[in-house]
């Protein structure tokens, strides 16, 4: 059995049955088989010399061997007294003599080849440095399938390299000149085959990979790098926060959350009192060139304060990943220019006749396509170019087009003709007879004309061999709304000249240019932008567009309101499954298709006559085009309805996603690898301990149920009832899983792939899968969900101890928090006896003063917004304060009623503000089309228009990842009884 898996997983019972051989290569095999080539094409005499040496090396120690196994013989059939054979000294003479020859051409082969080795060892950093990329390249695979790279195909860039770099007389020039050029070589190469989001990836790798081999980065600041500092006692932050605060940390506080664990960093030690230097009284202060640094919007621009300008590019990467996420990224591009090059981190653009020039008809050239883009126009435009346009046959797959794809493959081999087969995710089953024919190419027959063009979505199923050999290449969609709306505008070149002389119909074209760009990048603001990121693309701004047309021939008024509602419901909103997406939707799009007079003449819409996104006034499809390219490169969150502090909480989830892929490429162990990293199992068993010593105690579930049994009438208890089961389930898996690996680790127990997956979580500061799959929605990494873990369960220990519910209920708190809710309406009507579909409730922030709680009303807290602030002065939402991502809500009072008796008592203006439990928004739907991640929907005061806080992306959430907020334990109890009845 064979597999072309890197690291294939066998079953137990199959590894103890057969013999598993490892035919990977090693590093320190791949240098070797590299300086080979590299001396071969460099210096060819040394190379020669080589091989006659260890020729001649090998036929003496040979003939050596013959000689010592004669004289042995000899010996051996000896008879009588040997000292008087004569012809028995003779031959001993003889071959003591030939002997000593060969020891001495053996001392001066030796000597030789050591000369040579001298003179090939100085070859020894291009070999070493290409060894370093081929791994770098390796890991690529485990971000995504599709990036797949055989060693052959690397070799052969690696001799075709040496031919093209530029020539020097001398050697360490020379040397110079082959690393740089095969290093960008890959890189260019590579990225051809990577999504715009890999490659600064890639290109970050590679840096660090030779910057490790050379011990130029400290392990724990590597470790530090690209976990954030996880704590290493996960419970070391559950008792620095007051328990009676209701807040959750400040922005500073945060700060110095983050200095805490990078002053554990020898380099680091003794920032934390720079940053925070002490007075004479002892209190402690910001300093102010500090203060400046980390209030400024641009930090990377200005010298960090003090001695700390003359720390390393990576450890200034290390410091701006604690104390500035927002601007690590543009810290990672520095540090690529400054070890790579600048070269390394420009965006390359597309040129298929560079492609075409460098590849081979035994290549496929491999397409991997994102939703939406297809580049069949552009290769048959470039077919037009090279006078192929009648010599290229085009075939989509399915499963059953596979016969017809061989026989086109097959007639135009030998006629020089292109084949391009679309949507090969689609016929994944044909795909193997595809690997076997590239790999059986007719070498006799192949024209040198001819060329095979594959496009295919991402898929793990597709031939890992098809994809090693192929050359790939990704399509996907501009970033940018400058750039979206020029792409737009050369694709709808047609009907711009047809409308060109019409001023408005060239406005409302610019418009739906507009509209369609912001749809597209507000994913990029993650969930602040949509709950769930839709791929939005040409075909919806087409019959969009279509749809205009047809209004503006047969309308006068030229009225936008069926438009936006076929878009909202149809074109567009067809794609939205969530429903607050849908609002958004909605929102944005009666917001950009207005009449041109109501948005002309308002200051805060996007296409007013004062921002750059305005309209043109301007006619003809040139002028437009110009318009166009002088549109910002850099787009203002304004346009896309939101704050300011959206492009910081972007940057920091591109910060984040960004070294967590890193993590995930972390493997257990690093045989193959230039890297001396490895994980540490005292640490992890440790923190095991740890973990089982913090652990809540599980409830008994009869003596709950004895304290607080079920009744008709009290709704809150099935709740309590279910959360307890939940939070015992939890705390089993806990517990059961540290015990077991914890054993394992001191050789009790065989180590599955399972745990071993276990081990791997824990080290690197994230929840293990084992226990998400029990376990309540959450965001957080290990140390964070640990200590949330403990407040969540004190706080229904409280509500046990309590003969009835609290009259403060901590939302946040709970397992199933719309559970609460719906048991909230229920418990309603099941005592006054309305029918439960005609409960409904409404909400009243309580800023200051909490009278005394209504029989059927509740309190709920443990809420933050996002998107906005409340404002106590004004009781309503307010716009955020600069770098204030998430601010607390004050206690939030529900009071249930009934619709058809009585009305609610609604505030002046309100904004129906969604109440979500993690931070991504994004769920799971149920049946009733609702997320898993919705909880419910709170009115919120606001003395703005309530579509303002829509754009916004207004929400409340539950907790926040990563993040430590103080906790809400139990403020107001109505009875807090002294027994509790627990059990380990």
């Known amino acids: 059995m064979t597999s072309k898996h890197p690291n294939p997983q066998f079953p137990l019972e199959l590894c103890s049955q057969v013999n598993l051989i490892n035919f990977g290569i090693t590093p320190t095999g791949l240098e070797e088989q590299l ?126 390299s040496i031919i093209k770099a530029e020539p020097s007389d001398e050697l360490a020039t020379r040397v110079f000149n082959l690393n740089d050029y095969f290093t960008y070589s890959v890189y260019r190469t590579v990225s051809y085959g990577l999504f715009e989001r890999d490659k600064l990836l890639f290109a970050f790798l590679m840096a660090i990979a030779i910057q490790q081999h050379r011990s130029e980065i400290s392990p724990h600041e590597w470790h530090f790098l690209i976990t954030g500092g996880l704590t290493t006692r996960v419970s070391a932050s559950l008792s620095e926060h007051d328990p009676d605060h209701v807040t959750i940390l400040s922005q500073e506080d945060i700060w110095k ?37 980390l209030a400024s919007p641009n930090p990377q621009k200005q010298n960090l304060p003090g001695k700390w300008e003359l720390i390393s590019p990576f450890q200034k990467l290390v410091l701006y990943r604690a104390l500035r996420p927002d601007k690590a990224m543009t810290i990672v591009q520095q540090y690529i220019s400054e070890r790579l090059g600048p070269k390394f981190v420009d965006v390359s653009s597309l040129d298929l006749s560079l492609i075409y020039e460098n590849s081979t008809p035994y290549v496929p050239i491999v397409f991997i396509l994102s939703p939406g883009e297809n580049p069949t126009d552009e290769l048959f435009n470039f077919a037009a170019k090279k006078d192929m346009s009648k010599r290229i046959h085009s075939l989509s797959l399915s499963p059953d087009q596979g016969p017809i794809a061989e026989k086109v493959i097959e007639g135009a081999i030998d006629r020089g003709h292109w084949v391009l087969l679309q949507n090969c995710h689609l016929a994944l089953p044909w795909l193997p007879r595809l690997e076997k024919i590239v790999r059986e190419w007719p070498t006799d027959r192949l024209h040198s004309r001819f060329r095979l063009w594959l496009t295919t979505a991402p898929s793990e199923h ?25 792409r737009m505008i050369q694709k709808l070149k047609d009907q711009i000249v047809q409308h060109e002389l019409q001023e408005v119909a060239i406005k409302q074209m610019w418009s739906m240019y507009i509209t369609h760009a912001v749809l597209l990048e507000r994913k990029k603001f993650g969930s602040l932008g949509w709950n769930v990121p839709y791929d939005f693309s040409d075909p919806d701004l087409n019959i969009t567009f279509k749809h205009w047309e047809l209004i503006w021939k ?44 109501v948005v002309e003449n308002s200051p805060e819409h996007p296409l007013n006559a004062a921002s750059p996104y305005k309209y043109p006034s301007i006619k003809g499809y040139s002028h437009l085009l110009e318009y166009a390219k002088k549109l910002p490169n850099h787009d203002d969150p304004n346009v896309f309805g939101l704050h300011e502090n959206a492009n910081m909480t972007s940057a920091n989830n591109e910060c984040f996603r ?44 009869e003596d709950v149920m004895k304290k ?38 001191q050789g009790g127990l065989v180590i599955t792939s399972e745990m071993d997956e276990f081990i791997y979580s824990i080290y690197f500061g994230s929840v293990p899968s084992q226990w998400r799959a029990h376990s309540y929605m959450s965001n957080k990494n290990l140390s964070a969900y640990m200590v949330d873990l403990t407040l969540r369960c004190a706080f229904i220990q409280s509500w046990i101890d309590s003969p009835q519910i609290p009259s403060i209920v901590n939302i946040s708190a709970l397992f199933y928090p719309r559970k609460f809710i719906i ?64 601010t607390s809500m004050p206690l939030i009072r529900l009071d249930p009623y009934c619709t058809t008796k009585s009305e609610a008592t609604e505030e002046k203006k309100t904004y129906s503000c969604p109440v979500y439990v993690t931070l991504s928004r994004n769920g799971n739907l149920s049946s009733v089309s609702v997320s898993s991640n919705y909880v419910c929907t709170v009115e919120l005061p606001t003395t703005v228009s309530p579509s303002h806080w829509v754009h916004s992306g207004a929400a409340l959430i539950c907790q926040l990842p990563q993040r430590k907020r103080r906790p809400i334990l139990v403020p107001f109890m109505l009875h807090y009884p002294e027994t509790a009845t627990c059990r380990q």
């Open 257 to 293: 959350d983050a200095l805490k664990k990078l002053n554990s960093l020898s380099t680091f030690s003794g920032i934390s009192d720079e940053i925070y230097p002490m007075d004479h009284t002892g209190h402690s202060s910001v300093h102010p060139l500090w203060k400046d640094w």
């Open 462 to 486: 597709f031939p890992v061999s098809l994809l090693q050999v192929g050359f790939k290449i990704t399509c996907e969609p501009l970033t940018g709304i400058k750039a979206n709306v020029l």
């Open 554 to 597: 047969n309308q006068t008024g030229r009225d936008m309101k069926a438009l936006r509602y076929m878009a909202g419901e149809c074109y567009y909103g067809g794609r939205v499954t969530d429903e607050w997406d849908r609002r958004v939707l909605r929102e944005l799009l009666s917001w950009y298709l207005q009449p041109l007079k």
């Open 35 to 160: 300086l080979n080539t590299v001396v071969r094409l460099e210096r060819e005499e040394l190379e020669q010399q080589k091989t006659v040496l260890m020729e001649s090396i090998a036929s003496n120690k040979r003939d050596l061997k013959e000689i010592e196994d004669k004289t042995l013989f000899l010996l051996y059939g000896a008879e009588g007294d040997i000292l008087e054979d004569e012809r028995l000294i003779d031959t001993l003479a003889a071959s003591k003599h030939t002997s000593d020859e060969i020891v001495k051409r053996l001392e001066q082969s030796i000597a030789m080849e050591s000369a040579i080795q001298s003179a090939r060892i100085q070859y020894q950093p291009v070999a070493c440095r290409a060894s370093i990329l081929y791994f770098s390249l390796a890991d690529m695979s485990a971000v995504n399938h599709m990036y797949q790279f055989s060693l052959q195909t690397f070799i052969q860039m690696f001799t075709s």
């Open 823 to 886: 048991a909230f309406l229920q418990q309603y009507s099941r005592r006054h006896g309305y029918p439960i579909d005609t409960i409904s409730y409404t909400s009243h922030v309580m800023d200051d003063n909490i009278p005394a709680v209504k029989p059927d009303s509740i309190y709920i807290s443990g809420l933050h917004l996002e998107g906005a602030r409340w404002s106590k002065e004004d009781h309503s939402l307010a716009e955020s304060l600069p770098k204030e991502l998430y």
């Open 708 to 745: 607080h049994a079920v009744s008709y009438g009290d709704s809150f208890t099935t709740v309590l009832h279910q959360e307890v089961l939940a939070y015992n389930t939890l705390i089993k898996v806990i517990i059961r899983s540290c015990s077991h690996t914890i054993q394992a680790l």
């Open 658 to 701: 960004f070294f967590e892929t890193i993590v995930a490429l972390q493997p257990r162990q690093k045989p193959n690898s230039h890297s001396s990293f490895k994980i540490n199992e005292n640490t992890v068993r440790d923190r095991l301990l740890e973990i089982l010593q913090q652990m809540p105690q599980v409830w008994i579930m």
